[in-house]
């Protein structure tokens, strides 16, 4: 995906969904980490078009630290933040996703690339 990226971007590193979302009274709500992630998502895609159709992702995931972390724990984080900075209309746009762990680095960061992609006729519903 590499060449055809429509979106490449660096990202700090996203909060798991257990540190996005908050549930008190009843309902969810975004907690202040996912408040600052969504700015710092929305900073970072300042000025890029938005994606219509069927979408490709892939995140290049780069971990603060050794400690044990699910993949699928940042993923809500990273797609929400994204369709909430206008990256797509609606997450659901995202047909493909590919994640990958990578090396430590201080701090933590995430890269995003996104890219329109061609719908096809037998895939899944």
């Known amino acids: 995906m590499h060449g055809d990226a429509v979106l490449d971007v660096e990202l700090p590193y996203p909060p798991s969904v257990?540190?996005?979302?908050?549930?008190?009274?009843?309902?969810?709500?975004?907690?202040?980490?996912?408040?600052?992630?969504?700015k710092a998502v929305a900073a970072a895609l300042f000025g890029c078009e938005k994606l219509t159709g069927p979408v490709a992702l892939e995140i290049e995931v780069y971990p603060p630290d050794r400690r044990r972390r699910d993949l699928d724990n940042i993923l809500k984080s990273v797609l929400d933040a994204l369709e909430h900075a206008g990256a797509f209309d609606?997450?659901?746009?995202?047909?493909?996703?590919?994640?990958?762990?990578?090396?430590?680095?201080k701090g933590g960061r995430c890269r995003v690339r996104l890219r329109k992609i061609t719908p096809r006729s037998d895939t899944l519903r």
């Open 90 to 105: 609606d997450d659901a746009q995202v047909a493909s996703i590919f994640v990958q762990r990578r090396e430590v680095v």
């Open 18 to 38: 257990n540190h996005y979302w908050r549930y008190a009274r009843g309902r969810f709500y975004i907690s202040p980490a996912g408040h600052s992630y969504r």
